[in-house]
C-alpha cells in the first residue's frame, strides 16, 4: 500500500501551530512549550484518585505532572518507543481501542434503547454449553452433541438432569445450569438475546457464543428490581463458633439497635466495616447467592435481616435504600457507554460502512479490475497497475492479489467488494486521532503510560531486582525498618451490662488459653468475643491495655466495657533479608527512582508560569473544592 503523507503533513502541522497560538502555555521543558489544556486532561478528571478528606494540591499535580513529562522525553531519548515489542503492543492495543468507535450512530441509539427496555426485566435461566474455540471452524460434531441434547429435552428429559451430566461449564454440576436472575449487560451478547428472545418454560434454539454451543431454559421472567444499598456485618469463621457469633451480634442488635458501631467493632469485611458496614449500591444478580436476595426483601418497615450464610462467612444486612429502575433519559448517557464497551457494539460494522462509502472519495480503476478476470492473472513490477483510492491512500493490484491468494476457493473478483469495505474500514480506523478527539487522547495516555512502564522497567525495577549486592548494602542501612512488631495472643470481650464484668473477669482470670474462653463465652449472653494475635495498634484494643504476659484489663469503651487478657507476648525481632527480600526490593527501588528522577530534574531546564497555574486552579474543580 502507497501511503501519500505529504499534504497531510503539511495540513497537520498547520492545525498543530494554529491550535498552538490558541492554547496557553503552562511550562516549558527545554524551551519547548507544553499546554494547560493537557494538564486539565490529565488531572481534571481524575478526583476520584485524591487521597479521602486531602485537599487536591495544584502544586502537588504539577510536579507530579513535569515528572511524567520529563519521562516520556527520557523514554524517546532511550529510543524505547522504536523497540518491536512496544510498537507490537501499541498496535494490539489500538485496533481494541477502535472497535467501539466503529458504531454509527443511528443504530447505537437503537442498540441503546434494546438495552434499556431489557434492563426493565429480569431473566431466571438454566443453560447447557458444549465448549468450542473462539475461532474454530469445523464445529460439526459439537453442533451435533448440544443439538442431541436439545432434542432430549424438547421430548421429555429433565434440563437439570441433562446439564449435570452433559454441559462443559463445570458449574453445572452442582447447580444444574442455573445461572440465577439477570439482566441486561451481565452476560455476553448472544446469551442475552438468547434469553430475552425465549419463553418462559421453552428451550431456545441452538445458539453459539464466544465459548461455545449452547441452549438456555428459562425458568421466570419478572420486572427488574433496580438496585439496593445495604450495609452488611460479616463473620467470616463458618463453623459452629461463626454461627454463635452473628447470632449473639444478632441480638445485641435487636436489642440496641446498634448496627453501625457493631460493625465497626466486630465485622470482618474491613473495607466495609469502618464506614458501619456500608455497601456500594447492586442489583440483585451481582452479588453471591444468596446475599442479593436477602437484601431485596428488605425494606425500611423490615429493616434486618436475620443471620444468612454464604460462600463467604456469616452475614447480617441492614436496609438503606432501594432505587428503583430510572427512566430512560435519566440513564441513556450511562447506557449509551456501556453499549459502546460491549461487544454488541461488533454488530455496527456495516452501518458505519455505509456512512463512509458516502463520506469518503472513493475511486475504482475499472480497468485494473479488469485484468482479474483472467485466471491466470499476476502481478509484477511491470504490470501493477493503481486499483483504489481511498481519500489519500491508493491501493495497487498487487494489494488486491496478496489478499485473494489466501481466498482462493473462490473466483478473484468474489474477492473485490470484502476487499474493499476492509481497506475502508481500515483507512478510517488509522485516520481515527483525525476525526475523533476522545479516541486522540485515550490512545495517547495508554502510548505514554506503555512507554512508562517500559522506562520503568529499564531504570527502576531491574535495577533493583537485579543488583543483588546493593539490596543487601540497602537492607544493612535501613535494618530498623525491617522490625517485626511484637505480637500479643489475647481474648476480648465486650459487655453492656456492667453487671456481668465481676463474673467475666471471674472468668477470664482461670482461663489458661483463648481456646478456654471461647468455650466459656458460648453460653453466656449479651457478650462479644474476639481473639486472636495482633500488634500494639491494632484497632480492636480501647486505649489502656496492659500488655504484661496474663494481665487483665479491664476498660471503658464508649457503651462498653472490655475485658482483654493477653495469654502470649511474641517479642518484635529483627527480619532477616531473605524473609523480607520482597520489601526491600520495593523501598529500595523507591529510593532508585527518587535518585533518577532527581538526575531528569537537573538534566532539564524547566521553567513554570505561576500565574497560568494560579489560573488553572481557579478553573478546575478537583482544586476548588
Known amino acids: 500500500m502507497i501511503k501519500n503523507f505529504k499534504t497531510f503533513s503539511i495540513f497537520l502541522l ?200 449452547h441452549i438456555l431454559k428459562v425458568t421466570d421472567v419478572r420486572d427488574s428490581q433496580g438496585e439496593m444499598e445495604v450495609a452488611h456485618i460479616m463473620i467470616r469463621d463458618t463453623t459452629a463458633a461463626g454461627a454463635q457469633t452473628i447470632d449473639k451480634v444478632f441480638r445485641e442488635l435487636l436489642k440496641e439497635d446498634n448496627f453501625e458501631e457493631l460493625a465497626k467493632k466486630y465485622s470482618d469485611d474491613k473495607r466495609s466495616a469502618q464506614n458501619g458496614g456500608r455497601l456500594n449500591k447492586f442489583t440483585i444478580g451481582a452479588m453471591p447467592v444468596p446475599f442479593g436476595e436477602k437484601s431485596f426483601e428488605l425494606s425500611e418497615n423490615n429493616k434486618y435481616s436475620n443471620p444468612f450464610r454464604t460462600d463467604y462467612g456469616w452475614h447480617i444486612v441492614k436496609y438503606i435504600q432501594h432505587y428503583p429502575v430510572k427512566s430512560f433519559d435519566a440513564v441513556e448517557k450511562e447506557f449509551r457507554q456501556k453499549t459502546k464497551r460491549d461487544s454488541r457494539s461488533k454488530t455496527l460494522a456495516n452501518p458505519v460502512l455505509v456512512r463512509l462509502k458516502k463520506e469518503y472519495a472513493i475511486q475504482i480503476n475499472e480497468a485494473a479490475k479488469k485484468d482479474f478476470e483472467n485466471p491466470s492473472f499476476t ?29 482462493r476457493h473462490k473466483k478473484a473478483l468474489e474477492n473485490f467488494q470484502p476487499f474493499l469495505d476492509e481497506e475502508i474500514l481500515n483507512y478510517y480506523k488509522e485516520h481515527l486521532e483525525e476525526t475523533n478527539e476522545e479516541f486522540k487522547y485515550l490512545f495517547q495516555e495508554y502510548k505514554y503510560g506503555l512507554l512508562m512502564f517500559d522506562l520503568m522497567k529499564l531504570e527502576i525495577w531491574d535495577k533493583a531486582q537485579n543488583d543483588t549486592i546493593g539490596l543487601q548494602e540497602f537492607y544493612q542501612l535501613h535494618k530498623t525498618d525491617y522490625i517485626k512488631p511484637a505480637l500479643y495472643t489475647s481474648a476480648i470481650v465486650s459487655t453492656k451490662d456492667s453487671k456481668q464484668v465481676a463474673t467475666l473477669k471471674a472468668t477470664i482470670s482461670k482461663a489458661d488459653s483463648v481456646s478456654v474462653i471461647q468455650e466459656e463465652m458460648v453460653a453466656v449472653e449479651n457478650v462479644l468475643l474476639k481473639s486472636g494475635s495482633f500488634e500494639k495498634d491494632n484497632a480492636i484494643f480501647p486505649e489502656g491495655v496492659d500488655y504484661s504476659l496474663g494481665a487483665i484489663s479491664v476498660l471503658k469503651d464508649g457503651d462498653y466495657t472490655v475485658l482483654v487478657k493477653v495469654f502470649e507476648v511474641q517479642e518484635a525481632k529483627q527480619e532477616e533479608f531473605d524473609d523480607v527480600k520482597g520489601k526491600v526490593t520495593s523501598d529500595y527501588q523507591n529510593e532508585i527512582q527518587e535518585k533518577w528522577l532527581t538526575g531528569l530534574r537537573n538534566k532539564h531546564k524547566v521553567k513554570i508560569y505561576k500565574r497560568r497555574v494560579k489560573e488553572l486552579a481557579s478553573e478546575m474543580e478537583v482544586y476548588s473544592e
Open 14 to 213: 498547520f492545525s498543530l501551530v494554529v491550535t498552538a497560538q490558541k492554547e496557553k502555555v503552562l511550562l516549558k521543558i527545554d524551551k519547548e512549550p507544553v499546554y494547560a489544556s493537557e494538564f486539565k486532561r490529565l488531572f481534571g478528571k481524575n478526583q476520584n484518585l485524591k487521597i479521602q478528606n486531602e485537599p487536591s494540591s495544584i502544586d502537588d499535580d504539577m510536579q507530579l505532572f513535569v515528572d511524567y513529562k520529563l519521562k516520556i522525553l527520557e523514554a524517546e531519548a532511550l529510543q524505547l518507543d522504536t523497540v518491536s515489542s512496544y510498537i507490537e503492543e501499541l498496535a494490539r492495543y489500538r485496533n481494541q481501542l477502535a472497535l467501539p468507535y466503529l458504531n454509527d450512530d443511528s443504530q447505537l441509539d437503537s442498540l441503546t434503547r434494546e438495552a434499556y427496555e431489557r434492563s426493565l426485566t429480569e431473566v431466571r435461566a438454566s443453560h447447557i454449553l458444549i465448549r468450542v474455540e473462539e475461532n474454530a471452524t469445523d464445529t460439526v460434531a459439537a453442533y451435533q452433541k448440544i443439538s442431541a441434547l436439545r432434542d432430549r429435552i424438547v421430548q421429555g428429559e429433565d434440563f437439570e438432569k441433562v446439564a449435570k451430566e452433559n454441559s462443559q461449564d463445570p458449574s453445572a454440576k452442582s447447580n444444574g445450569g442455573d445461572l440465577g436472575y439477570f439482566s441486561v449487560f451481565r452476560m455476553v451478547y448472544p446469551f442475552e438475546c438468547a434469553a430475552y428472545a425465549t419463553e418462559k418454560g421453552k428451550v431456545s434454539e441452538i445458539f453459539r457464543s464466544q465459548f461455545g454451543y
Open 379 to 407: 502481478v509484477n513490477d511491470s504490470i501493477n497497475k493503481w486499483l483504489i483510492t481511498i481519500e489519500k491512500d491508493t491501493l495497487m493490484q498487487k494489494d488486491f492479489y496478496g489478499y485473494i491468494m489466501n481466498r
